[in-house]
């Protein structure tokens, strides 16, 4: 099992940052992926952005140049810099780890944690 805890969102105006955290019960090293999604109302839950245990990262289009994931292993923790903010940024995130074990993907997801905003 992996647990996953959230912090960082709040109220930012437009053109603001904000950086959420994920802090993860388990070594970061030993996760395949960890992602970060987001859900804002009324619309499906999408992928924001994603980094492998390699280092590789990837993002949604919507974020791109924008968002920046990155990890500390040394403190079990993911990070989501978001720059340059826009009120279609408004959505609940959640941070999501994703293990590989032979054939089976184990998925564990955080609470979430609210990003608003609006001037």
Not at 34 to 60: C, D, F
Not at 88 to 101: I, M
Request: net charge positive.
């Amino acid at each position: 099992q992996v647990q996953l805890v959230e912090s960082g969102g709040g109220l930012v105006q437009p053109g603001g940052s904000l950086r959420l955290s994920c802090a993860a019960s388990r070594r970061i090293f030993s996760i395949n992926y960890m992602r970060w999604y987001r859900q804002a109302p009324g619309k499906q839950r999408e992928l924001v952005a994603h980094i492998t245990s390699g280092g590789s990262t990837n993002y949604a289009d919507s974020v791109k140049g924008r968002f920046t994931i990155s990890r500390d292993n040394a403190k079990n923790t993911v990070y989501l810099q978001m720059n340059s903010l826009k009120p279609e940024d408004t959505a609940v995130y959640y941070c999501n780890a994703e293990r590989v074990v032979g054939t089976e993907y184990l998925n564990y997801w955080g609470q979430g944690t609210q990003v608003t905003v609006s001037s």
